[in-house]
DNA sequence: TCTAACGTCTCG
DNA sequence: CGAGACGTTAGA
């Protein structure tokens, strides 16, 4: 079992996230497998973990789970360092005549997936070869720009599979967006959600963004999850939080889990930043502690990615059923019955009881706040993988609660997208009306009912009340953020950006223009922003993701740049945060009206 | 040789 | 069809 042997350019993709590992030309990559058909047994040779993906970073067993536990009578691998690749159920290789593609069979993981929230995935959903980009083995994701990382990409980020590849392959979106229509073969719904993937980080490949005649470039989402499938895709532009200096680390594979990023904290402007919320003191800092799980490392060039896709994928099918299973967090609906080989490990997020159930795993064992870390996780850090509970911080205790229902959208199936900006913004961070209790300070298991008020004057305009809502705030410097986290994917994210009314705010914006946090041709745009303290809201599809155990991901897909969040992150990643939210301004300004309606398919869980 | 765990088969 | 059992394979 060499974990690291296989180096290629695989594509992956786990629940919303999509890597693509690069690779170079490595026999034993699983591509190689193509090769590897046992012609006298008429079957494959047994499949190698790519060495790669998420799970197969995890080098610890969870010891929690079905496989874990019973592991002598079942054999099985644990299920949180299941390789994204050996997820899909592997094809019975068909004679070397027959009819049946090769590499239908044993093709690496479709590179497109995107997983999760999906429903059933249409069988189109096995179309388009994965996408491979980034170099050296490097894990790249997708960029966000025009490329969701739940849905599958487009073949034009180069597809390296054949079209025999179909069972790995992701549906091509085919949903436009008005304003962007350029976009619009390279977004794709949900529910194309593709097996998982292996989250592509592209370090280079920044999601791009086409307003009228200018593109600009976005950074990237810290976030892996964030990043626009394609170089072609994607803008070119790095992120702001796109730190060069990791990107070289072979390391920073935090796509899936966002953890085993060696990123240095040090060269990060945000780390002299102050706390963004004095209300949040609890706030751990990507960068504190021992690792830093920051989840800047996919983004940094590692990942391509559009999320965990994070990661790698199988037949979309399989995939989905594996990530899904994934024990879950906010087990707020009713587990559908699991299905699918892995089924107990790997299902739906939304089967979190189910992963109960399979693996073993106790419901106590994934709920939520309790302080500390896993204990069965090496990583010491909020976003270990095994990271059961989620950490906790203090935040209701200072901050004035709001607990009225963020707009949501009726609709779950297909969803608009609204990005509304509103000129009248906020300009108390520290104490922000929009905040909301976190989902643990309410009732975790009930969603709770909230009347439809509004998170804001104009909510009224563009949302319904939802019946039941997590909501978290995040403050990102001067950035606050907002989210409105419901099962049942329709969500909304308030970000309040305040211009810099003080000289050192001043200074620290200049400050990361100097890190070259925002690209220089957006500079002026955004800087106009953060000078013209507003709040803007954005308010309908955010999906949640929770393929990945107890980590969530919150993700805002809006037709050229998606925004991804882990949920997790809403606790501390603040470097994510920033860096979508970066994301999500710039796009906004592009928007001529910096008003935007776009088609969004949600995912509800 | 041992251990991990992939892949297949069987059962419900 | 899914879940579980286990033979078998591959790496250490």
Redesign the pocket.
Same mark, same amino acid.
């Given at each position: 079992?060499?974990?690291?042997?296989l180096q290629f350019p695989l594509t992956v993709c786990t629940d919303g996230e999509e890597f693509i590992i690069n690779k170079e030309e490595d026999p034993?990559s699983p591509n190689q497998?193509h090769h590897?058909y046992?012609g006298d $047994?008429?079957?494959? @040779?047994?499949?190698?973990?790519c060495g790669q993906c998420g799970p197969c970073q995890v080098k610890e067993?969870c010891n929690k789970c079905?496989?874990c536990l019973?592991?002598d009578?079942?054999?099985?691998?644990?299920i949180y360092?299941?390789?994204v690749y050996? $997820?899909?159920?592997? @094809?019975?290789?068909p004679s070397p005549q027959g009819g049946q593609d090769f590499n239908q069979v044993t093709s690496p993981p479709p590179s497109q997936s995107v997983v999760k929230n999906n429903r059933t995935p249409p069988a189109s959903s096995l179309q388009d070869g994965p996408i491979v980009s980034g170099h050296n083995a490097q894990i790249s994701q997708t960029s966000a720009g025009t490329f969701n990382p739940f849905t599958p990409v487009s073949s034009a980020g180069g597809p390296n599979f054949s079209s025999s590849d179909s069972l790995f392959k992701p549906p091509v979106p085919q949903f436009s967006h008005p304003s962007q229509p350029s976009m619009a073969m390279s977004i794709s719904s949900p529910e194309n959600v593709l097996p998982p993937q292996i989250p592509p980080y592209n370090p280079q490949t920044m999601p791009q963004i086409h307003s009228g005649h200018s593109s600009m470039t976005m950074p990237p989402c810290v976030n892996d999850k964030m990043l626009p499938r394609s170089s072609q895709e994607s803008s070119s532009f790095s992120s702001p939080f796109n730190h060069q200096h990791v990107q070289n680390d072979p390391l920073r594979y935090d796509s899936y889990f966002n953890r085993f990023s060696r990123t240095t904290p040090t060269n990060d402007p945000r780390t002299n930043l102050p706390s963004p919320c004095m209300h949040h003191p609890g706030l751990p800092s990507p960068y504190h502690g021992t690792t830093s799980h920051v989840d800047r490392g996919p983004y940094n060039g590692h990942y391509v990615r559009p999320p965990t896709i994070p990661p790698y994928l199988p037949s979309s099918?399989n995939m989905l059923?594996h990530f899904s299973?994934l024990p879950q967090r906010y087990p707020m609906h009713p587990p559908p019955?699991?299905?699918?080989?892995?089924?107990?490990?790997y299902?739906e997020p939304s089967q979190y009881p189910?992963a109960y159930?399979?693996y073993g795993l106790q419901p106590t064992d994934m709920q939520m706040p309790i302080h500390g870390m896993s204990h069965h996780h090496p990583f010491n850090t909020f976003s270990n993988i095994n990271r059961y509970q989620p950490p906790q911080y203090e935040q209701s205790s200072t901050c004035p609660k709001n607990v009225c229902g963020p707009p949501a959208f009726p609709s779950l199936a297909l969803g608009t997208l609204r990005v509304q900006e509103r000129p009248q913004g906020i300009h108390n961070f520290r104490c922000n009306p929009f905040y909301r209790p976190l989902p643990w300070e309410k009732q975790f298991f009930h969603p709770i009912h909230q009347p439809n008020s509004a998170m804001s004057d104009d909510s009224g305009k563009i949302s319904s009340a939802s019946s039941g809502f997590e909501c978290d705030v995040i403050c990102i410097d001067d950035m606050q953020m907002n989210a409105y986290i419901r099962s049942d994917g329709c969500n909304s994210i308030e970000i309040e950006i305040e211009g810099p009314h003080s000289p050192n705010e001043q200074n620290k914006y200049d400050d990361i223009k100097k890190e070259k946090l925002i690209e220089p041709d957006v500079n002026c745009n955004y800087k106009t922003k953060l000078c013209s303290p507003r709040k803007i809201t954005v308010s309908g599809l955010v999906t949640i993701k929770q393929d990945l155990g107890d980590e969530g991901l919150l993700q805002l897909d809006i037709p050229g740049n998606k925004v991804t969040l882990e949920e997790s992150a809403l606790d501390f990643s603040l470097a994510k945060y920033s860096c979508n939210i970066i994301d999500l301004l710039k796009f906004i300004e592009t928007e001529p009206r910096n008003e935007l309606e776009i088609q969004n398919e949600i995912q509800c869980n």
């Open positions: 079992m060499s974990d690291n042997k034993t497998f590897d046992d $047994r008429g079957r494959s @040779k047994r499949r190698r973990r067993n079905n496989f019973r592991r009578v079942l054999k099985q691998t644990c360092r299941k390789c050996l $997820r899909s159920k592997p @094809k019975p290789y099918s059923r299973s019955p699991p299905t699918g080989r892995y089924g107990d490990g299902s189910a159930n399979s």
